[in-house]
């Protein structure tokens, strides 16, 4: 079975983590602890929005977790 690619995500192993760029050129890589392409996309449908406010510098919160 072929799946789409989705944006911000990257599998090792089996394994979907999310993974863009910060300001400053560093990286952001967490694991979203699932194997599911399914369940890795309905997290990035979420978290796509929020990652594009944190690499223009425009998240309130000013930091990741």
Partial sequence: MC???IR?????N?????RFRLPGNK????SLETDSHTQA???MSFASP???LVQRGN?????LR
């Fill in 3 to 5: 799946h789409m690619t």
């Fill in 50 to 52: 929020e990652i594009l």
């Fill in 14 to 18: 089996g394994i979907y983590y999310v």
């Fill in 59 to 63: 998240h309130p919160s000013g930091s």
């Fill in 27 to 30: 990286y952001f890589r967490k």
């Fill in 41 to 43: 996309q309905l997290f």
């Fill in 8 to 12: 911000h995500t990257i599998t090792r």
